[in-house]
């Protein structure tokens, strides 16, 4: 596994790790997004243009066979293929992303995201809330 932190130069770290990535030499990846470095949204940033969209490194991610999720201490939250919503670009306080492409880390990594989601929901995604049924 690799850990990466490097104070928003984490999408050039990588960028740098193709091969390593393409060969599925790493089984997971963690790395962090944030305001500042290539990940800025401000317009005025000096790497604004320069900048890279964390959809982008997801789908850049997903196309050499990884699964990424938002990574809090408790909580995974899929944000790969399907998943994926636009409104994540404007996410950019501190945050932790991991990706995996090994198939049984990948199961367990959803099945604990779907165990927490139900924790907060009262129901698995893609079931019907229990609260309206009984209305």
Partial sequence: S????VDGFDPLILEGM????EYKAVAIVDFGVS???YWTT???HKRYNDRRELGDVITRM???GYTCFW?????A????????????ERIRKNSRVLCAHEPSVVQ???????????????????EPDSFLHKV
């Fill in 2 to 5: 690799m850990s990466v932190n």
């Fill in 35 to 37: 305001r500042g470095g």
């Fill in 108 to 126: 367990q990594l959803m099945k604990h995201a779907a165990n927490e989601y139900r924790k907060r929901a009262g129901h698995l995604p893609g």
């Fill in 18 to 21: 193709r091969r390593s990535l």
């Fill in 71 to 75: 990574r809090s201490a408790i909580d």
């Fill in 62 to 64: 997903a196309g050499f």
């Fill in 42 to 44: 401000h317009e005025k």
């Fill in 77 to 88: 939250l899929p944000i790969s293929g399907d998943c994926w919503r636009k409104g994540y």
